[in-house]
């Protein structure tokens, strides 16, 4: 499990440090512009990763076409929901918005991938949960009213409700699929996803924002490469709490990039988040009764 762990925590920081990118380039560059970038230079990685491990060509050669399809659909459309959460909000404020994502997986992954949750588990989400809440208060109990802050915080709650689905789906793309696989398909649809966006519009590009954009390429690409190695280690229902360490990422980014600095219910929000964390580190996995009569063996245990 350790391995996974650390996996996930290394996806995330990519994830948090991407996402302080696009924030940036969104006061100047369109969304679907930003899309294609990210997409397209994160196949380098991806096809970098395939060639270490001995895997190109083999690794484009699939027996889920359809699989990649519904994934790399559900893929781009919640790219382009946090994308868009990002361009109106701030990066903490985006990223706890995202966070309801592995909360929704929590459930999804029980019942269509059966896996099992510990009520120590389901608490440690909760906990995290209540730590977002926690950092969305002043947003939610006093809205200024700015449609673009509205835009925001509907398209980040978009984007967590299609992540929870991606994120099982990811799951049980594993049980056939390379981490490889999965993620150059992804990158290739969302790539065409994105160039499509021309025709609403695409702006010249400076040398300066033309380097941002294939940073957050190359960070999205490693990125998914370390979260699907994750996910086909641990599973999700037991990721799912190490997720809320992007909250610290985030937070940073406000601070030193943005100059925007944390109130004291976002200090709440990240305690409870650091101890959803600790639970989940903390917690055995579920035994099964010993009285029982042995129960047939659950996919991915």
Same mark, same amino acid.
């Not at 990649?68 to 701030?90: E, N």
């Not at 929590?106 to 099992?116: H, R, Y």
């Not at 409870?272 to 600790?278: E, M, Q, S, T």
């Given at each position: 499990?350790?391995?996974?762990?650390?996996?996930?925590?290394?996806?995330?920081?990519?994830?948090?440090?991407?996402?302080?990118?696009?924030?940036?380039?969104?006061?100047?560059?369109? @969304?679907?512009?930003?899309?294609?970038?990210?997409?397209?230079?994160?196949?380098?990685?991806?096809?970098?990763?395939?060639?270490?491990?001995?895997?190109?060509?083999?690794?484009?050669?699939?027996?889920?076409?359809?699989?990649?399809?519904?994934?790399?659909?559900?893929?781009?459309?919640?790219?382009?929901?946090?994308?868009?959460?990002?361009?109106?909000?701030?990066?903490?404020?985006? /990223?706890?918005?995202?966070?309801?994502?592995?909360?929704?997986?929590?459930?999804?992954?029980?019942?269509?991938?059966?896996?099992?949750?510990?009520?120590?588990?389901?608490?440690?989400?909760?906990?995290?949960?209540?730590?977002?809440?926690?950092?969305?208060?002043?947003?939610?109990?006093?809205?200024?009213?700015?449609?673009?802050?509205?835009?925001? #915080?509907?398209?980040?709650?978009?984007?967590?409700? /299609?992540?929870?689905?991606?994120?099982?789906?990811?799951?049980?793309? @594993?049980?056939?699929?390379?981490?490889? @696989?999965?993620?150059?398909?992804?990158?290739?649809?969302? @790539?065409?996803?994105?160039?499509?966006?021309?025709?609403?519009?695409?702006?010249?590009?400076?040398?300066?924002?033309?380097?941002?954009?294939?940073?957050?390429?190359?960070?999205?690409?490693?990125?998914?490469?370390?979260?699907?190695?994750?996910?086909?280690?641990?599973?999700?229902?037991?990721?799912?709490?190490?997720?809320?360490?992007?909250?610290?990422?985030?937070?940073?980014?406000?601070? #030193?990039?943005?100059?925007?600095?944390?109130?004291?219910?976002?200090?709440?929000?990240?305690?409870?988040?650091?101890?959803?964390?600790?639970?989940?580190?903390?917690?055995?996995?579920?035994?099964?009764?010993?009285?029982?009569?042995?129960?047939?063996?659950?996919?991915?245990?």
């Amino acid at each position: 499990m350790l391995n996974g762990v650390m996996l996930r925590l290394a996806s995330v920081g990519c994830f948090a440090s991407m996402s302080a990118t696009v924030h940036q380039l969104s006061a100047t560059v369109p @969304t679907g512009q930003i899309i294609f970038w990210r997409s397209a230079v994160a196949l380098i990685p991806v096809l970098i990763y395939m060639l270490i491990q001995g895997k190109f060509p083999a690794a484009l050669r699939t027996s889920r076409p359809w699989g990649h399809l519904v994934r790399g659909l559900f893929g781009c459309a919640s790219m382009t929901m946090s994308f868009l959460s990002l361009a109106y909000l701030p990066v903490a404020n985006a /990223t706890a918005l995202a966070f309801l994502g592995p909360l929704i997986s929590l459930p999804v992954a029980g019942v269509m991938l059966k896996e099992q949750i510990t009520r120590r588990i389901a608490m440690a989400a909760l906990i995290g949960f209540g730590g977002v809440l926690a950092m969305l208060a002043g947003t939610l109990v006093h809205p200024s009213g700015d449609p673009k802050q509205l835009i925001g #915080i509907a398209a980040g709650l978009g984007f967590a409700a /299609t992540m929870g689905f991606v994120r099982v789906q990811i799951r049980d793309l @594993t049980r056939t699929e390379s981490a490889a @696989t999965i993620s150059l398909y992804f990158s290739v649809t969302c @790539t065409i996803f994105g160039a499509a966006s021309i025709y609403l519009g695409w702006v010249p590009l400076t040398n300066s924002t033309l380097g941002i954009l294939i940073f957050a390429g190359l960070l999205g690409g490693v990125g998914q490469i370390l979260a699907t190695e994750a996910a086909a280690r641990v599973p999700v229902s037991q990721l799912a709490p190490f997720d809320y360490t992007g909250m610290i990422w985030a937070l940073g980014f406000d601070v #030193i990039l943005f100059g925007l600095l944390p109130d004291w219910m976002s200090l709440v929000g990240m305690a409870l988040i650091v101890g959803a964390g600790i639970v989940s580190i903390t917690t055995p996995k579920a035994q099964k009764p010993t009285a029982a009569p042995p129960a047939p063996r659950q996919p991915w245990h």
